[in-house]
Each structure stands twice: as C-alpha cells, then as structure tokens.
C-alpha cells in the first residue's frame, strides 16, 4: 500500500509500509499493561557514540538521557547504543549506524539513515499508538515483534523477522513474512521474500539474544533458527547436497550414452583449505561410461555451486578406453587416470575446482604397463567412497578423509652392507618379499588405486608377493609380443602351489622369467605381474 498523505509527519511519498502482524495473545505473556511510545532514553553506551538535538548540536551524553522529536543518534566503529522506550521495548544499534527521532503525541518514528537497528518489543502498543523504523524507501510499522533492520544504502532496507509476522505491501503486491524470513525491495519496486539462516544473524544481536533465554527459546520454537548454536558451514553443505541427491536424475550430465537409471554420491575433499566436502554426483550409462558432476558448497554465498564441467569413469564398452578417478592425497582436487587397454598409453591428471569451473593439469604421460607415475605417488592416491543415492547415511556420518600414509623410511645403509649375500637359484631370478592372502579391498588399499574394472568380483582373494624393495625385471610381455623389462613392487602368485604355509611370512624366492608375464590388461593387480611357478629358497 503506498501512502500519500502529504500533511501527515510519519508519511513520505512513494514510501512502501510493512506492517508487522503480531500474534497478541503469545505476546501477553511478556508483559502487563499497554505501553505507550512517550518515553524515550539512551540507557547504554559502548565505545564512540555522538547524540544531538533538533538544531544539529551535540547534547552531552548523562546517564539514562532523554531522547526527544528531532533528536540524533550515531556510532562509530566497534561502538553501540541501547535505546529504552517505555521499559517495555528496546532498539540496539549496531556500530557505524545513524538513527534520527521523529515524535507527534503518540506517533513514534525512528529514521534509520545507515547502518543496522535491532528491535524487541515485549508488549504490543496500544491502539492509538504508532512506531515505525523507516528508511527513505520503506517503513517498518512495529506492534509487538522482534528482529532487526539494516539500511546497506540509501535506497534500500531489509527487514529480517525473528518473531512476530508481516504483511509486506507495494501497489497492489502483497506478500506475508514469518519468523526467519527476510524481505526486501527490488530495483523493481517489488517485495522479494526468502529464508535467511542463524548465521545470517548479526553478532549485536547473537550478545543480546545470549543474555534472554527465553527469547532464545522463542526465536527457536516460531522460526527453526537456533542462534546461539548455528549450524556450521559441513552442517549446512549437507544438508543443501541432500536436496541436490534427491534430484539427482534431473541434472544434464552431457553423457556418451543413454543412462541405466543407476546414481551414486560421494563426498571428498576439493580444496585443503574448504570448509565442506564437495559433492560428486555420478549417472551409470549402458555403454559403462559413468558420468560425474561436482558441487561445491560455498560460505560466503551460503549455496552450492555446481561445476559448468562433466567428469567420467569407467570402462568402454568398445575402444578399450579405461578410466579411474580418485581423491588426491594432498586434498587438492582428484586424480583422474585414463589409458588404452590395448596399447597402455595414457595419462593422469590432477582437477581441481576454480569457482565454478573444472581445472585439469596433465602430471604424467606414459605407459601404465611400463612407466612409474611418480608424480601421482607423490601425492598419494585416496580412493573414493561411493554410495547409491538411496542410502544417504554418510551425509549423516561424513568426516574428513584421513591423508595418505607416510612411505616407510629407507634401511640405512650401512644395515644394508651387513646383511648376507642373496641366494642364487640358476638363471632364475631371486628377491625376497612378504607373502600375503589379499581380499579385493587389500588390493585397491595396497596399491592406493580405484577399480577401473566396474563389475569385478569383490569376492576373490589375491595371494601376493610384495617386494621389501621395488626390482627392475625383463619378463613376458602379455600380448605375447616378446619381452621388456618394468619395475616390480609386487607379484600375483595365486595360481602357485604348494605355497599356502608360508603365508604371512618373509621369503626369498625365485621365478623364472620366461613363465612370468606382465599384464596385458587392467585386471588387479593393476601393472604387475603374475606367475605360477615360484621357487622358496629361504
């Protein structure tokens, strides 16, 4: 409603009335008799805080001073001022704001030129009674209510409600307000409404709310917002991805293939620096080429930004295209590996999140078969703990991932200069290691990878040699092409006999060379090789 009344002290043109509709009777229970807007006075200071009067000159400050029509009020920085009316209703100002006092009988104004105002009115004004808080674009008309307004220019102002309701009115727009919602006017003209959170709530606020349980208590049970206990930044991000998990087949995740109609989730760690977790959120594909989108939650716009970018995994269903992705070590980003299955080429990559962009950086090239990646051994591979979106328990259970274990120290040398020749076994080659029965799981920790495999048999049990120190081989290349030489960390003796006493002990061991193959494909354990025919020496 646009009021137009010329005559009147309190009305300005063009000027847009919120009128506060107070729930009385929750209200009754704060207070006695009607109060009336007649008795103004400034009952506490902090810090730098400058009064004057009607004339524009400064009115020294006393205990409990008087306010009176035309009067001013200003803080400076880190500097407050309470402001009593009747007993019965408070204003707080925060610092580096600035108010002016407009009083006619029982018609109370309070101009707020900049700056932020917290009201709390404990008893409904009586009927002939007015206060209003305005700017030169809005006005606030107070009956019994609590929250607080902030003026970020001079052409704009926000309401924020704690307790109490509104009716917000411009021409012939209307829109109610409830306890934590906040409304404000757009370039437009328009009353925009929406949620705001107890972080939102400003810290002069939170100091008075904390010494007034009750109206902590109040604020909690009409609006949701615990104020003295807001919800962290984690809180907050899962509580936004679980919306976004629930839509999950709503998003475009631009892939090769039409969709199974299969989603999973996973949360890790983009930036060592974010507060949450980003979310990844990935779409299964006929051709078994998954799909992956990524969110971020970002605290100072209290909202997720999703990456413009697509992510994928998998294995192709023709083309031998592999891919595997992986949070990185470091907590910087993730490791993306992709390589030919038929040629070994490939490549691994570190992503990482810029805004709302993917940003991808090429750290190794070669042959997965032949060649170490160092660089990504560096960083340390953590894998990534997808769940099915209709299992949303480890939003309710995330915690920061741990960082990737420390390599085990090097044998100083001169321990190594006392220990006893190796054993020699013919032309056979000989190393020692530890042999181990590995479950599917043991495999991917051991080798800090993902399965680029989808659909392999996480029943199967590994029996695995591995090294006490990493040894360059010449052994049978896979495809039959020949032989080349690899460095081996760890050999797959499943298909050996007679070697099931020996598990869990350290041995040394010769193989022969000729009936031992490199791999020729992703099959775990990924890049090394296999062999039946071993020889226990010691």
Known sequence: MIRKHKKSLLARQGTVLLLILSQLAALTACGGNSAKATTMHL????????????????????????????????????????IDLDSVKLTKMDQNSEI???????????????????????????????????????????????GWVEVPDESHMNLYLLEGKAECSAGSQASQVSPGEMASMTENGQIEVQPFTAKDVPAFIVEEVEQDSALAQAILDVSGLDILHPAGPVELALEQYRAIISQADTYDYDSVDEPTGAYRYALVPMTPDADAPALLLEQDTAFGISSILVFQYD????????????????VGGVGGYRGSLSAAGDGNGLLSTEFSSGTGMGSTSRTTLDGDRLRSEVIWEGNIFDDTDTAADEIGFLDIDWHDIGDTAALDSWTPGSAPAEPAPTEPEDAQDTEPAQPTDGDRIVFTGTLGAYSYSDVLALQEISDPNPGSDQGETYWLIVLDTPQGMTLRSGDGSGSHEGEVSLIDVTGADGLEQYIGQSLTVSIDADDTWWPSDTSLPIGQPHTSDVHVLQ
């Not at 730098?48 to 920085?77: F, P």
């Not at 105002?117 to 006005?139: G, K, Q």
């Not at 716009?301 to 697509?310: F, K, M, N, R």
């Open 43 to 82: 009952t506490r200071t902090s810090g730098q805080v400058a009064v004057s009067d009607g004339d524009g000159e400064d009115v020294a400050l006393l205990e409990n001073l008087g306010l009176y029509s035309g009067y001013g009020v200003d803080t400076r920085r880190e500097s407050f001022a309470w």
């Open 100 to 146: 002016a006092i407009q009083k006619e009988d029982k018609q109370l104004e309070i101009e707020v030129k900049s700056g932020s105002l917290f009201f709390h009115v404990t008893e409904p004004l009586a009927e002939n009674e007015t206060m209003d808080i305005r700017s030169s674009s809005m006005v606030v008309g107070i009956r019994g209510t609590c």
């Open 299 to 314: 605290t100072d716009s209290d909202s997720v930004l999703q990456a413009a970018d697509t992510l994928s995994e998998g």
